[in-house]
């Protein structure tokens, strides 16, 4: 696109032997956007991608201004502004219903008269699949090729599909199994910090080709899409449903935001980890309050990180809240992308760009200008781990024994559980609360770092050394996030060491992160459900929310992989291991961790000597190739899709049928029912499980009715292509509660039901909804604080929709899926501050009305809801409506983002 460039910002930039073009934003701040270069450099960012995109329309003059004024204001001022991510970055378990959208957009884009081929991704997109191999075989050498095989007999048509969408869709590009998780492969391979651009222009009335450098930016439909941060590469996770219009062309409708300064200083202590940092991150950015904002690092302990370690903490932005967390280019960035096997010419571009932009950090760059800053002594971090339920529950490791006493019996409510065991059937030992059943190194969080995960080799090769064992109730695992991790332990020797200790490759992907943990052995699950155990995890992940590892694990905690090999070694979270000894040696003396944990100076000296440019070459020279699994794959070919209409896997989805040209008008709530009455910090986890589908729950009866037995479920996360499954999964997490339902000693029950009125009888909340729906009574859900966190998760929008709910009334959302209910069309509203469901004294049997969604809705506008209780009383509540764009207005009138996108390409 030929921008207008009003601030004639259009510039050359020569690198070597080639010209490139840029958009300058030196030359910007001399031709009217006074103060630009002390802007934060995430929000230079964004401010060349306004220059770039000038259109007149979406991006004009006066937004480009009132974007400047940032400096003013802070971000405290809302400026709604246009972005275009020069790319889109999806795995498997968002990218498969994405596909399946566009390819149902297809088809109703035909049925209405339009090109199928206007239907295609115009920004790049890749989709890595890296979340559908299950840890189902593990601690032999064998685990990895049995759960590859299983992998793809499971997930056979889901591959099939998508192997359709790569022939199908221009600009679109799949990473076959095998290669890693997303997030590894982006930071080691995809990205590139600086993007480059091909493009037509007028100059002088005459149309030439040049080639156009800028920043590579992206969206992602995975939370921890922010973990290239750590590269400077802005991009957030945002729902499927964003990203599809991302990839259509759309620009992204944001405000202008916030930026927090975190500020690092010092050095990390000799055995702190950057796990132990971005613990330590999370914990006091959540304590801050950064939702919805961004969070830029800065400072001299940046010189004290690896970009690896960069990337561990910009990984967890989701967990503390923020839009992202982002790191400036500097050597060490160069550095990395050098030793990654990035061209050499790329390379020398992006210092040459970054270093013409203002966007270079040194070390006498001065400081940016912050909403706010928050700032944090690496020296200080101490070893820890977060849990049972939250990551930012951060405990330091000396307090891990007295912390889960006092979560057992305050969390678990078994005050006299403490130093209980129950023999293991069939087997020489016991367990009791608090037991680690999982240890597992997963998650590109820490995989991508190697500095934890040699730290992990070394102490288990020093544990080996020593005669200790893992306990024999751990599932033990190791699940890198790229090939290169399998490498580079291979070389070093330290594979063979974690092998003696179970933790054998299980997989490339995310694994136990996600919920694809696989079982327990029989008897330890029958053992943890017949005496209501709570057992533990340790993994190296960034979520440990309910339900979502295992669900037959309650307590759950993230940890760096060398205090996942320690506590695997130890079989226990109820230790103080700063005192206590993880075990005996082979003469009976007391091991303890301080023992065996490697040195930094150990630590470093590995990396050097084992990791090289030539393994990152090697790993990624046939990334798009796949193994022989993925070649063998048979796909159909044409332009639309050759729906199975008994496929359990992949369906036609309903957001299209009768779709008319024109949208037609939002009507009014009225006298709607409660679907459900949820508490505080319900996560997109609890509202569309991605984990296993129980058998008797409305997912597992519909299989079962198509003829899927249980042991063939696969889990939720793998049918996202199918409604049928996903609409019945809503709100069927086995944690979930519904304060609508009590039991007789007054408690709120765990699971997926509600009750059905006026009559009362309770009955799962699909079932309501679909009885609902047969009585034309339209839907609201109630909701406490942070609504909708974690996961990225457009199907609990979509779910959402597909049960009838019009709206969704909290005392505050999550950032990314406040947006998806938007573009699903549900209205998210929240209550006054101090106000909420159960102030107003709501039990679910009460009627809601709300008026005035019709033209004369206007973006965060106040409304009343109308609450009638079964006496006859009626309240008048005062609700802010939470679409807050213009452009979010018109997708909430047009029933959704799709609908919008697709009535726009028809015009």
Known sequence: MDSLDSFKARKKLVVGAKTYYYYSLKAAEKNGLSGVSRLPYSLKVLLENLLRNEDGRTVTKEMIEAFAGWLTQKGKKEVEIAFRPARVLMQDFTGVPAVVDLAAMRDAFVALGGDPQKINPLAPVDLVIDHSVIVDNFGAARALKQNVDLEYQRNGERYRFLKWGQSAFDNFRVVPPGAGICHQVNLEFLAQTVWTKKEKIKVKGRTQTIETAYPDTLVGTDSHTTMVNGLAVLGWGVGGIEAEAAMLGQPLSMLAPEVIGFKLEGHPREGVTATDVVLTVTQMLRKKGVVGKFVEFYGDGLNHLSLADRATIANMAPEYGATCGFFPIDAETLDYLHVSARNSARVALIEKYAQAQGMLRTTRSPEPEFTDTISLDLGTVVPSLAGPKRPEGRVALEDMKSTFEAALAAEYKKPDGFGQRFAVEDTNYDLGHGDVVIAAITSCTNTSNPGVLIGAGLLARNAVERGLKVKPWVKTSLAPGSQVVAEYLQKSGLQKSLDKLGFNLVGFGCTTCIGNSGPLPAPVSKTINANDLVAASVLSGNRNFEGRVNPDVQANYLASPPLVVAFALAGTVAIDLSSEPLGHDKKGEPVFLRDIWPSNEEIEKTIRKNITRSMFRGAYAGVFDGDAHWRRIKVPSGETYGWDGESTYVRNPPYFAGLTREPKPVSDIQNARVLALFGDKITTDHISPAGSIKAASPAGKWLQEQGVEPKDFNQYGTRRGNHEVMMRGTFANIRIKNHML???????????????????????????????????????????????????????????????????????FERIHRSNLVGMGILPLTFEPGTSWSSLGLTGEETVTIEGLGHSLAPRQTLHAKIAFPNGDTKDVPLLARIDTLDELEYFRNGGILPYVLRQLLD
């Open 742 to 812: 009590k039991d007789d000693a007054g408690n709120v029950p765990e699971g997926g039901n509600t009750r059905h009125f006026p009559g009362g009888e309770v009955v799962s909340i699909y079932d309501a909804a679909m009885k609902y729906a047969a009585e034309g009574a339209p839907l609201v859900v109630f909701a406490g604080a942070e609504y909708g966190n974690g996961s990225s998760r457009d199907w609990a929008a979509k779910g959402t929709a597909l049960l009838g709910v019009r709206a969704v009334i909290a005392q505050s």
